[in-house]
């Protein structure tokens, strides 16, 4: 099993910047897809950014696209978020996801049903 836990959520103002983490610990490994979704208030979960396991490709939501930047440290088995200029639209719960091993280092997955662990999510809060 691999357990994954978000960090670095909060409340901030239009135009701000957070930076969330997820930390995967158990049976790790660093042929894993990572990827963020996220969940607002009465809306259905969905995609936010993916890194392939070598990190050496990502693709982002258009809605995300030039403000937020995944990126990962395998070595730590940890998994950022970099999000810029953030939006009264970006509030949500953010939940970080693992897939299984994957064989290609370049692959990368935008649909949850490829991911088999999530984190509880962290509430990130954009107040205008």
């Known amino acids: 099993q691999v357990q994954l836990v978000e960090s670095g959520g909060g409340l901030v103002q239009v135009g701000g910047s957070l930076r969330l983490s997820c930390a995967a610990s158990?049976?790790?490994?660093?042929?894993?897809?990572m990827g963020w979704f996220r969940q607002a208030p009465g809306k259905e979960r969905e995609f936010v950014a993916t890194?392939?396991?070598?990190?050496?490709?990502?693709y982002y939501a258009d809605s995300v696209k030039g403000r937020f930047t995944i990126s990962r440290d395998n070595a730590k088995n940890t998994v950022y978020l970099q999000m810029n200029s953030l939006k009264p639209e970006d509030t949500a719960v953010y939940y970080c996801?693992?897939?299984?091993?994957?064989?290609?280092?370049?692959?990368?997955?935008?649909?949850?049903?490829?991911?088999?662990?999530w984190g509880q999510g962290t509430q990130v809060t954009v107040s205008s």
């Open positions: 996801a693992a897939s299984k091993d994957t064989y290609y280092s370049d692959t990368y997955y935008y649909n949850s049903r490829d991911y088999n662990y």
């Open positions: 890194i392939s396991w070598s990190g050496g490709s990502t």
């Open positions: 158990g049976r790790t490994s660093s042929r894993y897809v």
